[in-house]
């Protein structure tokens, strides 16, 4: 399904140009990179809804511009409006006809992460308003399937979780990598790391 909406339409495939803090984690890196890969297809961005008059007014002038029948790469989560975003999006798909791809890179409810209520019901409704979805991997396409009732043809594993890298992979003998946040109730098991003996931990990540 995904081959079949991105056949024929790169010449009409947006995505919202969200500006990511300045963070070294997976998330932010995540964002970027997919924003690089898009940009070489050709994919036009558009600004973000973003919690300033200026920049709202910018996000639907730029979206009331979009030709019919385009279509959009939303990153999820987001961290911009998500309220207006659902509502521009939805409104664009009646009268538009456009097609949205999801792009999950992670699922608040899987990380045990408390989320207020106007986040958590417009996260649902986002992940709704897609045509397809591209996930991690087969375990998050079940639970999507499971706990959203997101039809199976419509979800794309790509069974990797990293997008680019540029530099060389160095070799270091009985040495593992771990990249990530470091914090103790996000990864209690590093730890624990020290009790394994003859390997060398290199650890990448804040906390």
């Known amino acids: 399904m995904l081959e079949e909406f991105v056949s024929g339409y790169m010449d009409k495939l947006f995505y919202f140009d969200c500006l990511s803090p300045n963070e070294h984690t997976a998330a932010n890196k995540a964002v970027e990179d997919v924003k ?3 940009q070489t297809l050709g994919a036009r961005p558009l600004p973000a809804f973003e919690n300033k008059i ?22 999820l989560p987001i961290d911009f409006l998500s309220r207006v975003t659902y509502f521009a999006i939805a409104f664009l798909k009646r009268v538009k006809h456009i097609k949205v791809i999801a792009l999950i890179h992670d699922i608040d409810e899987l990380r045990n992460k408390p989320l207020f209520y106007e986040r958590k019901t417009y996260w649902r409704h986002l992940m709704h308003v897609a045509d397809a979805y591209i996930v991690h991997n087969s375990r998050m396409s079940e639970w999507m399937i499971q706990n959203h009732n997101i039809p199976r043809d419509r979800l794309t ?33 590093i730890y624990s790391l020290k009790n394994i003996p003859d390997v060398q931990w290199n650890l990448f990540g804040p906390n």
Do not use: E, H
């Open 54 to 75: 200026p920049s709202l007014f910018r996000s639907i002038f730029a979206l009331i511009l979009c030709p019919s029948r385009s279509v959009f790469l939303l990153q």
């Open 157 to 189: 594993s790509l069974d990797l979780f990293d997008y680019l890298y540029s530099g060389a992979l160095p070799r270091q003998g009985d040495s593992v990598a771990i990249a990530g946040n470091l914090a103790l109730d996000k990864c209690p098991y």
């Open 36 to 38: 690089s890969i898009l």
